[in-house]
């Protein structure tokens, strides 16, 4: 069973905490921590797709109600109607909540949380997305990651994803996909453990399972590349992950409000070339045709060029098709592929020149080489969809 609200006064940071309305809701789940600043602010609509998750904690100083406390009671009753867990304040600019908004808590169910000592909300938002992260929620975000990486999310739905990973995350944005040959599901547990328990680089990060290895949300308030690599340091040293022993596709550093979506293609296809061309990492940037194929790699004319040019190779001839990924991989380097095919050069010479008069017979040497490159480039990365 997951997290709910009755459960967060076991919370080491909820000790001191109060309740002040809306005890029969205590039963609530409980799958975020959110935070409530001016949106309800006369005149600052709201809707659920620009604003609260749901099933959440919401955190707040009640600051926009500083000037007309009336309005605390319509906040209660929205926060209820978009499905909000409850809500925790902190009495610094309200002292007392109305009648109105503790009756309607009441008698609705809506907990109301009351707490006043030196608790921060970062510190608060840690310690429930400590308690959350794990089974269920990291099946939905990683199901989440799925849909950003198939571009099925909305930047709103982005942006919303990623105040659930770290409300916390800076200006700046750069995501490191991870992908461990010796993975497993206890490995992982043990790894993701190691990185919850050290606050103080949780602040600026977060880090997810995804498939056979992890995503590493890294933030700055400088896109100073220096500084995003010594915060992966300081990640990967917790985690006590070894560089050399994984495949890691590095985006480029992107806006985190706008291009988190970017950043998180960008990580994950770096990193399947890093494991298709057995290098220990990429960068985005240095991708090369790569960056042409992606963007459209789920484009039906993509696939149709892939299959309408290999469909001989495709057929029933593997040790034909295996020579020609080998050959793209190498760079078209003769010798270089044999190494790998563990055969002569002349047995190379031969397959390229049956493969050649198969798929691409008018082409000279070097524009069958191009055609075939790409359309086996574009047969690997479909591949790992």
């Known amino acids: 069973m997951g997290l709910t609200v009755k459960d967060l006064f076991d919370i080491d940071i909820f000790k001191d905490f109060k309740l002040i309305a809306g005890e029969k809701g205590l039963g609530r789940p409980v799958k975020a921590t959110e935070i409530l600043d001016f949106e309800f602010v006369q005149g600052a609509g709201m809707s659920r797709d620009k604003v609260f998750e749901g099933e959440s904690i919401v955190l707040s100083s009640l600051l926009f109600a500083k000037d007309d406390p009336a309005i605390i009671t319509d906040a209660v009753r929205r926060l209820n109607q978009l499905n909000i867990s409850c ?94 040959r010796e993975f497993s599901p206890e490995k992982a547990g043990t790894l993701m453990k190691r990185y919850s328990s050290v606050e103080k680089v949780r602040r600026k990060t977060a880090v997810t399972r995804f498939r056979d290895g992890f995503f590493i949300f890294l933030s700055q308030d400088t896109d100073e590349t220096s500084r995003f690599d010594a915060l992966l340091s300081d990640v990967l040293a917790v985690m006590d992950i070894e560089p050399g022993n994984v ?13 988190l979506g970017k950043a998180v293609r960008e ?19 240095d991708l090369g045709i790569y960056r042409f194929i992606v963007p459209e790699i789920n484009s039906d004319s993509m696939r149709q060029y892939m299959e309408e040019y290999l469909r001989p190779l495709l057929s029933d001839n593997i040790e034909l098709l295996r020579t020609a990924k080998t050959y793209v991989l190498t760079g078209g380097e003769l010798e270089e592929t044999a ?15 049956r493969m050649q008069e198969m798929l691409d017979p008018h082409t000279t040497e070097k524009e069958f080489f191009e055609n075939l490159a790409l359309a086996i480039r574009i047969y690997m990365l479909m591949g790992y969809r």
Not at 89 to 99: G, N, R, S, T
Not at 141 to 154: A, M
Not at 339 to 353: E, G
């Open 339 to 353: 190494a790998r095919l563990y055969c002569h050069k002349n047995t190379v010479r031969y397959r390229l020149a």
């Open 247 to 259: 495949r890691s596709g590095f985006s480029s550093i992107r806006h985190t409000d706008t291009e």
């Open 267 to 285: 990580a994950f296809w770096s990193c399947i070339v890093a494991d298709l061309e057995e290098t220990e990492q990429k960068h985005y940037q």
């Open 87 to 180: 809500l925790a304040y902190k009495p610094v600019f309200i002292k007392e909540l109305p009648a109105e908004a503790i009756e309607y808590a009441d008698e609705h169910g809506f907990p109301i949380l009351e707490f006043g000592g030196d608790e921060f909300f970062e510190d608060i938002i840690l310690a429930v997305r400590t308690e959350i992260g794990a089974g269920s929620d990291m099946a939905e975000i990683e199901q989440k990651l799925e849909s950003i990486i198939d571009g099925e999310l909305t930047d709103k739905e982005t942006s919303r994803f990623a105040r659930r990973l770290n409300p916390d995350f800076k200006r700046y944005i750069r995501v490191v996909g991870i992908m461990d």
